[in-house]
């Protein structure tokens, strides 16, 4: 009798881009997969921070590279993906906010949260897959949406805009790359205890609030994302493409 073999999370001879993988989840991220083997790329807006965490990986014994990129210069992200080795698998994790309540938005901020949460992942995913296409290749592009793509909260009107955006932004792209066998996925966290959430999260009664929706009773943790993200990239999912894993706790559950 043969029985079958659970598909393998290595990435050995994968090459990984991800965007906004100087800190929290997306550092996280670019961890679990050089530990799965695979050349795992950092691109990030501020130099410094890119060099930083490209050490501290290549430290760890893990195959890094660094580019400073602005995401959001949408014909800069085309240019760096044109002329590296086409990336086996991307993961986006660049992502901002900029809450506040409905009378108080901003066409300033509208556009500074699109740029980054709309605009990044589209074109990223645009070049990344492009490449692919045209070496003939399989990949996984994985970005970092929210549970906030499936729910509203207060003051997150234009944060929920861009993430229920990228969730259709992504079905739609999943039908067309499909028949090139590279699939499109999201994760959608729910609040994670990172330098950007720590100033909403240091409120005790927005805490409070975040608490009471989750249903694991805890806020989430980088190490959450890892997981799931390994997953998404790897073999493992190989018949997933289109759809959102769900990390939020079961916040989206009712």
Not at 47 to 67: H, N, Q, S, Y
């Amino acid at each position: 009798m043969d029985l079958p073999r659970t598909p393998s999370f290595r990435l050995d001879g994968k090459r990984a881009l991800i965007a906004g993988g100087t800190r929290g989840i997306g550092l996280a991220c670019a961890v679990a997969l050089a530990e799965a083997g695979a050349a795992v790329t950092i691109a990030a807006r501020t130099g410094p921070l890119v060099e930083k965490a490209v050490l501290a990986l290549r430290e760890a014994g893990f195959d890094a590279t660094g580019e400073a990129l602005d995401v959001t210069d949408f014909n800069a992200v085309e240019a760096f993906v044109a002329r590296t080795e086409p990336f086996d698998i991307l993961v986006n994790s660049a992502g901002t906010g900029r809450h506040a309540p409905v009378a108080e938005i901003t066409p300033v901020d509208y556009r500074a949260v699109i740029d980054v949460n709309v605009g990044a992942a589209l074109f990223l995913a645009k070049a990344v897959s492009q490449r692919l296409v045209s070496e003939g290749m399989p990949g996984s592009i994985i970005t970092l949406s929210s549970q906030m793509g499936h729910v509203g909260g207060p003051g997150r009107t234009v944060y929920c805009a861009t993430k229920f955006a990228v969730e259709g932004m992504t079905k739609a792209m999943a039908i067309e790359l499909g028949p090139h066998n590279i699939r499109i996925n999201t994760v959608c966290p729910t609040f994670v205890e990172t330098e950007l959430t720590s100033a909403a999260l240091s409120d005790p009664d927005f805490r409070s609030w975040v608490l009471s929706k989750i249903k694991l009773g805890r806020l989430g943790k980088v190490e959450d994302m890892m997981g799931p993200v390994l997953f998404l990239a790897s073999d493992a999912s190989a018949m997933v493409t289109g759809t959102a894993l769900m990390v939020d706790g079961g916040w989206t559950a009712e």
